[in-house]
């Protein structure tokens, strides 16, 4: 029997990212970082000069902390708990941009935190790879879950009929980040996000 189909995001959705990189680039590194000042290269300084961080050391350094410091990955509250409702209705696809090679680390990572559930790594808009669950789940209705505005209008262009739920769990970006133009809703707390989520979905179960 067909079902919906939930696609989340992982990192300040499923799980928080930006605070705990931001104690390892000031432990490690000695990096002070800021991503609630708007822009995430910009927001890296040398603690000891305020010299900010040349471009290309930023993603050299998001890489390592995914290769090596996941496990200080924290879980949003009410996030398991919301998947396994949403799971009694609908089947649940994990969708983060990492590299390819990141998908068993983030599959374990996700695990230890009691989530089991398919994951795909992408690179790039989400539009498209989104679009090609839907058809391979054959889902009844889809419904998309992401912090990021870029992916929201990419699920738009490439499969409009995708439900759209903005969501940022990151307390220090929330307040911050404008609501994305693309979204049909924006709540940045699982057991709020939970009943919207399952009041579009139950019906197409």
Do not use: Y
């Not at 929201?152 to 404008?178: C, D």
């Amino acid at each position: 029997m067909n079902r919906p189909l939930l696609v989340t995001d992982c990192d300040e959705v499923l799980l928080h990212m930006v605070s705990h990189f931001a104690e390892w680039l000031h432990e490690a590194h000695g990096i002070s970082f800021r991503p609630e000042d708007g822009d995430f290269g910009g927001s890296m300084k040398r603690a000891a000069t305020g010299e900010r961080v040349p471009s290309e050391e930023v993603w050299p350094l998001l890489h390592a902390f995914f290769r090596g410091e996941m496990h200080r990955q924290t879980l949003v509250p009410g996030a398991l708990e919301g998947l396994g409702r949403i799971g009694e209705v609908a089947n649940i696809v994990i969708l983060t941009n990492l590299q390819d090679e990141a998908h068993p680390w983030r599959v374990d990572q996700l695990a230890s935190h009691g989530i089991r559930h398919e994951v795909v790594c992408n690179q790039g808009g989400k539009g498209a790879p989104l679009l090609q669950l839907v058809e391979r789940h054959s889902a009844t209705r889809s419904l998309f879950v992401d912090d990021l505005a870029v992916h929201h209008a990419s699920v738009a262009k490439h499969s409009p009929e995708t439900i759209r739920l903005h969501m940022v769990a990151e307390p220090r970006l929330a307040g911050v980040t404008e609501t994305a133009e693309h979204a049909h809703a924006r709540i940045d707390d699982w057991p709020t996000a939970t009943g919207w989520i399952l009041d579009r979905l139950k019906d197409a179960a």
